[in-house]
């Protein structure tokens, strides 16, 4: 059985920062890419980052450029997501994915982890 566990989240002040890790198991993910979503209270799931499996392209969207960085250990089969200065509208639950493409669209993921809540206080 597949399972993506995010970990990691919980209460921040503004211009804090914390660290998601997602763990895979029940397959490899070998050529998978992998990705970061979030949903905001009362908003649709969104975007944030994606990775390919090399590592070689990332992509983010703009609202988090420059301050999250998306890393992975192939070897463990974990990825992550740094967050530095976080803004109280970065308050949402975050979802690790993967897909068989690269992409920045929810429909390209067929794996879904259970997401983890993120409280950027100000």
């Known amino acids: 059985q597949v399972q993506l566990v995010e970990s990691g989240g919980g209460l921040v002040q503004a211009g804090g920062s914390l660290r998601l890790s997602c763990a895979a198991s029940?397959?490899?993910?070998?050529?998978?890419?992998m990705a970061w979503f979030r949903q905001r209270p009362g908003k649709e799931r969104e975007f944030v980052a994606a990775i390919s499996w090399s590592g070689g392209s990332r992509y983010y969207a703009d609202s988090v450029k420059g301050r999250f960085t998306f890393s992975k250990n192939n070897t463990k089969n974990t990825f992550y997501l740094q967050m530095n200065s976080l803004k109280p509208e970065d308050t949402a639950v975050y979802y690790c994915?993967?897909?068989?493409?690269?992409?920045?669209?929810?429909?390209?993921?067929?794996?879904w982890g259970q997401g983890t809540q993120v409280t950027v206080s100000s």
């Open positions: 994915a993967a897909s068989p493409v690269l992409s920045m669209t929810i429909a390209s993921y067929v794996y």
């Open positions: 029940g397959r490899t993910f070998n050529n998978y890419a």
